[in-house]
T-cell receptor, first 115, second 109 residues
Framework: DTAVSQTPKYLVTQMGNDKSIKCEQN?????MYWYKQDSKKFLKIMFS???????INETVPNRFSPKSPDKAHLNLHINSLELGDSAVYFC??????????????FGPGTRLTVL | AQRVTQPEKLLSVFKGAPVELKCNYS??????LFWYVQYSRQRLQLLLR?????SIKGFTADLNKGETSFHLKKPFAQEEDSAMYYC???????????WGAGTKLIIKP
Protein backbone atom coordinates (compact mmCIF):
# COMPACT_ATOMS: atom_id res chain seq x y z
CA ASP A 1 0.00 0.00 0.00
CA THR A 2 3.02 2.24 -0.55
CA ALA A 3 1.87 5.67 -1.71
CA VAL A 4 4.90 6.73 -3.76
CA SER A 5 7.36 4.06 -4.82
CA GLN A 6 10.64 4.27 -6.70
CA THR A 7 12.86 1.68 -8.28
CA PRO A 8 15.63 0.95 -7.91
CA LYS A 9 16.51 2.00 -4.39
CA TYR A 10 20.23 1.86 -5.13
CA LEU A 11 21.95 2.32 -8.46
CA VAL A 12 25.69 2.00 -8.95
CA THR A 13 26.98 2.50 -12.46
CA GLN A 14 29.95 3.60 -14.52
CA MET A 15 30.46 7.03 -16.01
CA GLY A 16 29.02 7.30 -19.50
CA ASN A 17 26.24 4.78 -18.97
CA ASP A 18 22.53 5.46 -19.43
CA LYS A 19 20.12 4.62 -16.62
CA SER A 20 16.48 5.05 -15.68
CA ILE A 21 14.65 5.49 -12.41
CA LYS A 22 10.98 4.68 -12.18
CA CYS A 23 8.35 6.29 -9.98
CA GLU A 24 4.76 5.36 -9.34
CA GLN A 25 2.11 6.87 -7.09
CA ASN A 26 -1.20 5.30 -6.13
CA UNK A 27 -2.66 8.38 -4.47
CA UNK A 28 -4.58 9.58 -7.50
CA UNK A 29 -2.57 12.80 -7.55
CA UNK A 30 -2.33 14.96 -10.65
CA UNK A 31 1.16 16.32 -10.12
CA MET A 32 4.48 14.53 -9.84
CA TYR A 33 8.00 15.82 -9.25
CA TRP A 34 11.63 14.83 -9.43
CA TYR A 35 14.07 16.23 -6.90
CA LYS A 36 17.83 15.87 -6.56
CA GLN A 37 19.34 15.82 -3.07
CA ASP A 38 23.09 16.34 -3.09
CA SER A 39 25.69 15.24 -0.57
CA LYS A 40 25.06 18.38 1.49
CA LYS A 41 21.36 17.45 1.67
CA PHE A 42 20.38 20.40 -0.51
CA LEU A 43 17.06 19.64 -2.18
CA LYS A 44 16.60 20.88 -5.73
CA ILE A 45 13.51 20.57 -7.92
CA MET A 46 14.28 19.19 -11.35
CA PHE A 47 10.98 18.57 -13.08
CA SER A 48 7.28 18.57 -12.46
CA UNK A 49 4.45 17.06 -14.46
CA UNK A 50 0.76 17.78 -14.14
CA UNK A 51 -1.53 15.30 -15.85
CA UNK A 52 1.34 14.09 -18.04
CA UNK A 53 2.25 17.64 -19.06
CA UNK A 54 5.64 19.12 -18.19
CA UNK A 55 5.11 22.24 -16.09
CA ILE A 56 8.42 22.76 -14.31
CA ASN A 57 11.73 22.24 -16.03
CA GLU A 58 14.51 23.74 -13.99
CA THR A 59 18.03 24.25 -15.24
CA VAL A 60 18.93 20.64 -15.66
CA PRO A 61 21.31 19.21 -18.28
CA ASN A 62 19.65 17.80 -21.38
CA ARG A 63 21.02 14.42 -20.39
CA PHE A 64 18.10 14.21 -17.96
CA SER A 65 14.78 13.43 -19.59
CA PRO A 66 11.57 12.81 -17.69
CA LYS A 67 8.78 10.74 -19.15
CA SER A 68 5.23 10.44 -17.89
CA PRO A 69 3.30 7.64 -19.59
CA ASP A 70 0.28 8.38 -17.40
CA LYS A 71 -0.42 10.57 -14.42
CA ALA A 72 0.49 7.80 -11.97
CA HIS A 73 4.01 7.37 -13.34
CA LEU A 74 6.96 9.67 -13.82
CA ASN A 75 10.22 8.12 -14.90
CA LEU A 76 13.62 9.76 -15.12
CA HIS A 77 16.11 8.76 -17.77
CA ILE A 78 19.71 9.91 -17.54
CA ASN A 79 22.10 9.67 -20.47
CA SER A 80 25.89 9.71 -20.35
CA LEU A 81 26.12 9.67 -16.58
CA GLU A 82 28.75 11.88 -14.96
CA LEU A 83 30.39 11.78 -11.54
CA GLY A 84 28.44 14.89 -10.52
CA ASP A 85 25.15 13.06 -11.04
CA SER A 86 25.80 11.03 -7.91
CA ALA A 87 23.03 11.99 -5.50
CA VAL A 88 19.76 10.80 -4.06
CA TYR A 89 16.84 11.33 -6.42
CA PHE A 90 13.39 11.71 -4.90
CA CYS A 91 10.09 11.41 -6.65
CA UNK A 92 7.07 13.15 -5.12
CA UNK A 93 3.43 13.73 -5.88
CA UNK A 94 0.74 16.15 -4.84
CA UNK A 95 -2.79 17.11 -5.69
CA UNK A 96 -2.91 20.07 -8.04
CA UNK A 97 -5.21 22.96 -7.39
CA UNK A 98 -4.05 23.42 -3.84
CA UNK A 99 -1.36 25.77 -2.70
CA UNK A 100 2.12 24.59 -3.60
CA UNK A 101 0.55 21.41 -4.75
CA UNK A 102 -0.63 20.95 -1.20
CA UNK A 103 1.29 18.40 0.78
CA UNK A 104 3.90 16.66 -1.30
CA UNK A 105 4.31 12.93 -0.73
CA PHE A 106 7.78 11.62 -1.31
CA GLY A 107 9.15 8.31 -2.48
CA PRO A 108 11.93 6.53 -0.58
CA GLY A 109 14.62 7.90 -2.87
CA THR A 110 17.08 6.34 -5.30
CA ARG A 111 20.73 6.60 -4.29
CA LEU A 112 22.69 6.93 -7.51
CA THR A 113 26.45 6.41 -7.41
CA VAL A 114 28.45 7.07 -10.55
CA LEU A 115 31.93 5.56 -10.56
CA ALA B 1 12.44 37.08 -5.40
CA GLN B 2 10.95 34.14 -3.59
CA ARG B 3 13.40 32.66 -1.15
CA VAL B 4 13.52 30.53 1.98
CA THR B 5 16.50 30.88 4.29
CA GLN B 6 17.46 28.46 7.00
CA PRO B 7 20.52 30.11 8.55
CA GLU B 8 21.71 27.09 10.51
CA LYS B 9 23.10 24.12 8.60
CA LEU B 10 23.60 22.24 11.85
CA LEU B 11 21.98 22.57 15.24
CA SER B 12 23.05 20.44 18.15
CA VAL B 13 21.26 20.46 21.52
CA PHE B 14 21.02 18.21 24.52
CA LYS B 15 18.04 15.99 25.17
CA GLY B 16 15.44 17.85 27.18
CA ALA B 17 16.61 21.28 26.04
CA PRO B 18 14.41 23.60 23.96
CA VAL B 19 14.87 23.59 20.21
CA GLU B 20 14.29 26.36 17.70
CA LEU B 21 15.01 25.88 14.02
CA LYS B 22 14.96 29.18 12.19
CA CYS B 23 13.26 29.85 8.88
CA ASN B 24 12.96 33.21 7.16
CA TYR B 25 11.28 33.81 3.87
CA SER B 26 11.06 36.41 1.16
CA UNK B 27 7.76 36.65 -0.67
CA UNK B 28 5.64 39.55 -1.84
CA UNK B 29 2.23 38.03 -1.25
CA UNK B 30 0.68 35.72 1.31
CA UNK B 31 2.59 32.46 1.27
CA UNK B 32 1.81 29.14 2.76
CA LEU B 33 4.66 27.75 4.88
CA PHE B 34 5.57 24.17 5.62
CA TRP B 35 8.08 22.20 7.66
CA TYR B 36 9.21 18.86 6.27
CA VAL B 37 11.35 16.32 8.14
CA GLN B 38 13.69 13.62 6.87
CA TYR B 39 14.82 11.02 9.40
CA SER B 40 18.01 9.14 8.68
CA ARG B 41 17.83 7.28 5.37
CA GLN B 42 14.07 7.84 5.14
CA ARG B 43 11.83 9.78 2.81
CA LEU B 44 10.84 13.36 3.42
CA GLN B 45 7.51 13.83 5.08
CA LEU B 46 5.38 16.75 6.04
CA LEU B 47 5.76 17.73 9.68
CA LEU B 48 3.39 20.67 9.82
CA ARG B 49 1.95 23.55 7.84
CA UNK B 50 1.09 26.97 9.15
CA UNK B 51 -2.55 26.92 8.12
CA UNK B 52 -3.16 23.88 10.32
CA UNK B 53 -1.92 25.65 13.45
CA UNK B 54 -1.40 22.30 15.12
CA SER B 55 1.34 20.68 17.16
CA ILE B 56 2.97 17.57 15.69
CA LYS B 57 5.34 15.47 17.78
CA GLY B 58 5.54 18.40 20.18
CA PHE B 59 6.66 20.81 17.46
CA THR B 60 4.92 24.09 16.71
CA ALA B 61 5.59 26.86 14.24
CA ASP B 62 4.00 30.27 14.04
CA LEU B 63 3.96 32.39 10.93
CA ASN B 64 5.23 35.87 11.75
CA LYS B 65 4.44 38.05 8.75
CA GLY B 66 6.10 41.10 10.27
CA GLU B 67 9.41 39.31 10.63
CA THR B 68 8.74 37.02 7.64
CA SER B 69 9.64 34.04 9.76
CA PHE B 70 8.29 30.57 10.41
CA HIS B 71 10.52 29.17 13.13
CA LEU B 72 10.02 25.60 14.33
CA LYS B 73 10.03 25.11 18.08
CA LYS B 74 9.88 22.32 20.60
CA PRO B 75 10.16 22.91 24.35
CA PHE B 76 11.90 19.64 25.22
CA ALA B 77 13.97 17.88 22.57
CA GLN B 78 14.04 14.10 22.33
CA GLU B 79 16.69 11.91 20.74
CA GLU B 80 14.25 10.73 18.08
CA ASP B 81 13.94 14.32 16.86
CA SER B 82 17.39 14.03 15.28
CA ALA B 83 16.80 14.55 11.56
CA MET B 84 17.05 16.98 8.64
CA TYR B 85 14.41 19.67 8.73
CA TYR B 86 13.36 21.66 5.68
CA CYS B 87 11.29 24.80 5.60
CA UNK B 88 9.31 25.34 2.39
CA UNK B 89 7.08 28.02 0.93
CA UNK B 90 4.36 27.95 -1.65
CA UNK B 91 3.12 31.04 -3.37
CA UNK B 92 1.42 31.86 -6.60
CA UNK B 93 2.37 28.67 -8.37
CA UNK B 94 0.19 25.73 -7.57
CA UNK B 95 2.92 23.31 -8.41
CA UNK B 96 6.17 24.33 -6.84
CA UNK B 97 7.50 24.61 -3.33
CA UNK B 98 10.44 26.89 -2.62
CA TRP B 99 12.77 24.98 -0.30
CA GLY B 100 15.25 26.10 2.30
CA ALA B 101 18.68 24.48 2.42
CA GLY B 102 17.75 22.39 5.44
CA THR B 103 18.98 22.22 9.02
CA LYS B 104 20.44 19.07 10.47
CA LEU B 105 19.24 18.69 14.06
CA ILE B 106 21.27 16.51 16.39
CA ILE B 107 19.93 15.73 19.84
CA LYS B 108 22.69 14.68 22.19
CA PRO B 109 21.90 12.22 24.99
Amino acid sequence: DTAVSQTPKYLVTQMGNDKSIKCEQNLGHDTMYWYKQDSKKFLKIMFSYNNKELIINETVPNRFSPKSPDKAHLNLHINSLELGDSAVYFCASSQAGTSGGGEQFFGPGTRLTVL
Amino acid sequence: AQRVTQPEKLLSVFKGAPVELKCNYSYSGSPELFWYVQYSRQRLQLLLRHISRESIKGFTADLNKGETSFHLKKPFAQEEDSAMYYCALSGHSNYQLIWGAGTKLIIKP
